[in-house]
Protein backbone atom coordinates (compact mmCIF):
# COMPACT_ATOMS: atom_id res chain seq x y z
CA UNK A 1 0.00 0.00 0.00
CA UNK A 2 1.08 3.37 -0.56
CA UNK A 3 2.19 5.50 2.19
CA UNK A 4 0.57 8.10 4.07
CA UNK A 5 1.21 11.63 3.32
CA UNK A 6 -0.33 14.80 5.14
CA UNK A 7 -0.71 18.20 3.35
CA UNK A 8 -3.12 21.13 3.48
CA UNK A 9 -6.80 21.00 2.52
CA UNK A 10 -7.44 22.32 -0.79
CA UNK A 11 -11.11 23.00 -2.30
CA UNK A 12 -11.99 19.81 -4.38
CA UNK A 13 -11.37 17.82 -0.65
CA UNK A 14 -14.19 18.80 0.82
CA UNK A 15 -16.45 15.92 -0.13
CA UNK A 16 -14.53 13.28 0.01
CA UNK A 17 -12.96 15.25 3.46
CA UNK A 18 -16.75 14.75 4.85
CA UNK A 19 -17.18 11.28 3.46
CA UNK A 20 -14.17 10.17 5.40
CA UNK A 21 -15.57 11.87 9.12
CA UNK A 22 -18.87 10.47 8.29
CA UNK A 23 -17.50 7.42 8.50
CA UNK A 24 -15.11 7.54 10.96
CA UNK A 25 -17.63 8.79 13.73
CA UNK A 26 -20.84 6.68 11.96
CA UNK A 27 -22.78 10.10 12.08
CA UNK A 28 -23.27 13.25 10.79
CA UNK A 29 -22.50 15.61 13.50
CA UNK A 30 -19.00 16.28 13.25
CA UNK A 31 -19.26 16.15 9.60
CA UNK A 32 -21.68 19.36 9.76
CA UNK A 33 -18.78 20.89 12.35
CA UNK A 34 -16.45 20.79 10.14
CA UNK A 35 -18.71 22.08 7.16
CA UNK A 36 -19.80 25.06 9.66
CA UNK A 37 -16.14 25.84 10.87
CA UNK A 38 -15.25 25.81 7.40
CA UNK A 39 -18.08 28.31 6.74
CA UNK A 40 -17.38 30.72 9.62
CA UNK A 41 -13.60 31.28 8.67
CA UNK A 42 -12.50 28.93 11.88
CA UNK A 43 -10.74 26.24 10.05
CA UNK A 44 -7.10 27.64 10.98
CA UNK A 45 -5.48 24.34 10.20
CA UNK A 46 -7.17 22.16 8.08
CA UNK A 47 -4.91 18.88 6.93
CA UNK A 48 -5.69 16.00 4.68
CA UNK A 49 -4.18 12.68 4.99
CA UNK A 50 -3.72 10.91 1.66
CA UNK A 51 -3.15 7.62 0.23
CA UNK A 52 -2.15 7.62 -3.15
CA UNK A 53 -4.81 10.29 -4.40
CA UNK A 54 -7.21 9.36 -2.16
CA UNK A 55 -8.17 11.29 0.48
CA UNK A 56 -8.40 9.06 3.80
CA UNK A 57 -8.26 11.54 6.95
CA UNK A 58 -8.27 14.67 8.38
CA UNK A 59 -8.16 17.19 10.85
CA UNK A 60 -9.07 20.71 11.72
CA UNK A 61 -8.08 23.08 14.42
CA UNK A 62 -10.16 26.60 15.08
CA UNK A 63 -9.02 29.09 17.53
CA UNK A 64 -10.20 29.31 20.72
CA UNK A 65 -11.34 31.88 23.28
CA UNK A 66 -8.73 31.54 25.94
CA UNK A 67 -6.02 33.83 27.97
CA UNK A 68 -4.11 33.32 24.91
CA UNK A 69 -3.83 32.39 21.39
CA UNK A 70 -4.85 28.71 21.72
CA UNK A 71 -6.29 26.47 19.15
CA UNK A 72 -8.64 23.45 19.84
CA UNK A 73 -8.08 20.20 17.77
CA UNK A 74 -11.21 19.00 16.59
CA UNK A 75 -12.58 16.42 15.28
CA UNK A 76 -9.79 14.35 14.10
CA UNK A 77 -10.47 11.43 11.55
CA UNK A 78 -9.50 8.57 9.74
CA UNK A 79 -11.38 6.15 7.41
CA UNK A 80 -12.60 2.89 9.58
CA UNK A 81 -10.40 0.65 6.82
CA UNK A 82 -7.19 2.93 7.18
CA UNK A 83 -7.62 2.94 11.03
CA UNK A 84 -4.36 1.56 13.01
CA UNK A 85 -2.16 2.39 10.60
CA UNK A 86 -0.63 5.72 11.64
CA UNK A 87 -2.38 8.32 9.89
CA UNK A 88 -4.25 9.91 13.23
CA UNK A 89 -0.54 10.55 14.52
CA UNK A 90 0.65 11.65 11.11
CA UNK A 91 -2.23 14.09 11.23
CA UNK A 92 -1.82 15.42 14.43
CA UNK A 93 1.94 15.72 14.67
CA UNK A 94 1.64 17.69 11.06
CA UNK A 95 -1.20 20.01 12.85
CA UNK A 96 1.25 20.01 15.98
CA UNK A 97 4.11 21.44 14.02
CA UNK A 98 2.13 23.89 11.67
CA UNK A 99 0.33 25.31 14.91
CA UNK A 100 3.98 25.90 15.83
CA UNK A 101 5.04 27.67 13.32
CA UNK A 102 2.67 30.29 12.81
CA UNK A 103 3.04 30.76 16.47
CA UNK A 104 0.30 29.52 18.37
CA UNK A 105 1.19 29.17 22.27
CA UNK A 106 -1.23 26.15 23.10
CA UNK A 107 -3.26 23.32 21.31
CA UNK A 108 -6.13 22.12 23.85
CA UNK A 109 -7.74 18.62 23.14
CA UNK A 110 -10.80 16.87 23.91
CA UNK A 111 -10.40 13.25 23.74
CA UNK A 112 -8.99 9.50 25.02
CA UNK A 113 -5.65 10.13 27.50
CA UNK A 114 -4.19 7.48 25.95
CA UNK A 115 -4.21 8.16 22.29
CA UNK A 116 -3.46 11.81 23.00
CA UNK A 117 -0.54 11.49 25.72
CA UNK A 118 2.02 10.27 23.14
CA UNK A 119 2.21 13.80 21.39
CA UNK A 120 2.58 15.69 24.54
CA UNK A 121 -0.70 16.51 25.62
CA UNK A 122 -1.79 16.95 29.43
CA UNK A 123 -4.57 16.82 31.61
CA UNK A 124 -2.66 18.13 34.39
CA UNK A 125 -1.63 21.50 32.80
CA UNK A 126 -5.75 22.02 31.61
CA UNK A 127 -6.59 21.77 35.27
CA UNK A 128 -6.88 24.86 36.26
CA UNK A 129 -9.43 26.52 32.89
CA UNK A 130 -12.36 26.92 33.37
CA UNK A 131 -14.54 24.98 30.32
CA UNK A 132 -18.12 23.20 29.61
CA UNK A 133 -15.70 20.49 28.69
CA UNK A 134 -13.10 20.36 31.43
CA UNK A 135 -12.07 17.12 33.40
CA UNK A 136 -9.79 14.02 32.44
CA UNK A 137 -10.08 14.15 28.71
CA UNK A 138 -9.35 17.70 28.56
CA UNK A 139 -5.93 18.01 27.43
CA UNK A 140 -3.23 20.85 26.50
CA UNK A 141 -0.17 20.84 24.69
CA UNK A 142 1.75 24.01 25.35
CA UNK A 143 3.65 24.92 21.60
CA UNK A 144 7.14 26.62 23.70
CA UNK A 145 7.76 26.41 26.75
CA UNK A 146 5.06 26.67 28.89
CA UNK A 147 1.88 28.17 28.70
CA UNK A 148 1.52 31.84 29.05
CA UNK A 149 -1.19 31.40 31.96
CA UNK A 150 -2.23 28.59 33.67
CA UNK A 151 -6.02 29.56 34.46
CA UNK A 152 -9.19 31.28 32.80
CA UNK A 153 -12.08 30.73 30.75
CA UNK A 154 -11.33 28.38 27.40
CA UNK A 155 -14.23 28.48 24.99
CA UNK A 156 -14.42 26.59 21.58
CA UNK A 157 -15.81 28.48 18.54
CA UNK A 158 -18.62 29.11 18.26
CA UNK A 159 -19.46 26.08 15.47
CA UNK A 160 -19.10 23.70 18.19
CA UNK A 161 -22.19 24.81 19.90
CA UNK A 162 -24.07 23.16 17.26
CA UNK A 163 -22.85 19.58 18.56
CA UNK A 164 -24.69 17.46 20.32
C1 LIG B 1 -8.97 8.19 16.76
C2 LIG B 1 -8.48 8.03 15.32
C3 LIG B 1 -8.42 9.38 14.64
C4 LIG B 1 -7.07 7.42 15.38
O1 LIG B 1 -6.55 7.36 14.07
P1 LIG B 1 -5.64 6.12 13.64
O2 LIG B 1 -5.07 6.45 12.31
O3 LIG B 1 -6.44 4.87 13.79
O4 LIG B 1 -4.55 6.17 14.78
P2 LIG B 1 -3.03 5.77 14.65
O5 LIG B 1 -2.87 4.65 13.70
O6 LIG B 1 -2.22 6.98 14.45
O7 LIG B 1 -2.74 5.31 16.13
C5 LIG B 1 -3.11 4.06 16.48
C6 LIG B 1 -2.91 3.91 17.95
O8 LIG B 1 -3.92 4.66 18.61
C7 LIG B 1 -4.74 3.76 19.33
N1 LIG B 1 -6.09 4.28 19.18
C8 LIG B 1 -6.77 4.43 18.04
N2 LIG B 1 -7.99 4.96 18.32
C9 LIG B 1 -8.04 5.14 19.66
C10 LIG B 1 -9.01 5.64 20.54
N3 LIG B 1 -10.22 6.07 20.13
N4 LIG B 1 -8.72 5.70 21.84
C11 LIG B 1 -7.52 5.28 22.29
N5 LIG B 1 -6.57 4.78 21.51
C12 LIG B 1 -6.82 4.72 20.20
C13 LIG B 1 -4.52 2.44 18.74
O9 LIG B 1 -4.80 1.39 19.62
C14 LIG B 1 -3.04 2.51 18.41
O10 LIG B 1 -2.29 2.37 19.59
P3 LIG B 1 -0.78 1.83 19.55
O11 LIG B 1 -0.01 2.79 18.69
O12 LIG B 1 -0.36 1.86 20.98
O13 LIG B 1 -0.88 0.49 18.93
C15 LIG B 1 -9.37 7.08 14.49
O14 LIG B 1 -9.45 5.84 15.15
C16 LIG B 1 -10.78 7.63 14.26
O15 LIG B 1 -11.03 8.33 13.26
N6 LIG B 1 -11.72 7.27 15.17
C17 LIG B 1 -13.11 7.70 15.05
C18 LIG B 1 -13.26 9.19 15.30
C19 LIG B 1 -12.69 9.62 16.64
O16 LIG B 1 -12.98 9.05 17.68
N7 LIG B 1 -11.84 10.68 16.59
C20 LIG B 1 -11.13 11.18 17.76
C21 LIG B 1 -11.92 12.12 18.59
S1 LIG B 1 -11.98 13.79 17.91
Known amino acids: MDAVTVRPERGDDVDAIHDV ?5 GRDDEM ?3 ARLRRDGDAAISL ?6 AVIGHV ?16 LSVA ?6 GAGAA ?7 SARQSEWAAIFVLGDPVYYVRFGFRADLANGFSSPYAGAHFMVL ?3 DRLPAMTGRIDYAPAFNDLA
Open 21 to 25: VVRAF
Open 48 to 53: VAVVGR
Open 91 to 97: LTRAAIA
Open 32 to 34: RLV
Open 142 to 144: PLF
Open 60 to 75: VLSPMSAPFRALGLAP
Open 80 to 85: PEHQKL
